[in-house]
């Protein structure tokens, strides 16, 4: 299992800055983006996939229930679990926790600032030019703050 680990624990300082001081990210169920990572049989390392291997698509599964084992429903995949590390050519298993729901909301944002882009998701200099978010209109304020761990250095809100 793939731990990108950082628990959810929020604290709002005196100055109202907030605080994460961590957020649990795999997921053991079928439904959610996959973990775009494969674990090396022979060392036990994880690998990211090829960026032209992007997006990774969930296999089709018939019955996406609990294994019994333990293990994730994607686990049930087995012909899909079973791949090589596109780098070395080795055996590997692909990860068969998925992300949470908010890590495939948390960018759709940046499209809105160059929605013609068909090389990238979003230009750096657009993206430079229209943020960080200076006001936000919605329910899902979170999917704003999880945005720091998919832009990375970076604060979402003018603070």
């Known amino acids: 299992m793939y731990y990108g680990v950082i628990n959810v624990t929020q604290i709002c300082t005196s100055s109202g800055e ?14 959610g983006e996959p973990i775009p990572v494969v674990l090396l049989q022979d060392s036990g390392e994880t690998a ?3 960026e032209t291997d992007l997006p990774l698509a969930l296999p089709e599964l018939d019955d ?13 995949a087995v012909s899909w679990v079973k791949t090589t590390d596109p ?13 949470p729901q908010w890590a495939g909301s948390c960018w759709y944002y940046l499209r809105y600032m160059d929605p013609k882009n068909s090389k990238e998701l ?27 761990f998919t832009r990375v250095n970076t604060n979402p809100f003018h603070t």
């Open 64 to 76: 996406f229930t609990p294994t019994g084992t333990g293990e994730p429903p994607l686990a049930k």
């Open 122 to 148: 979003v230009d750096k200099t657009k993206e430079k030019y229209w943020s960080p978010v200076d006001i936000y209109v919605g329910g899902a304020v979170l999917h704003l703050l999880y945005y720091q």
């Open 48 to 50: 990211p996939i090829l």
């Open 18 to 31: 907030l605080q994460v001081e961590g957020l649990a990210f795999a997921r053991q169920r079928y439904w």
């Open 87 to 99: 780098s070395s050519g080795k055996p590997a298993m692909r990860e068969t926790s998925t992300m």
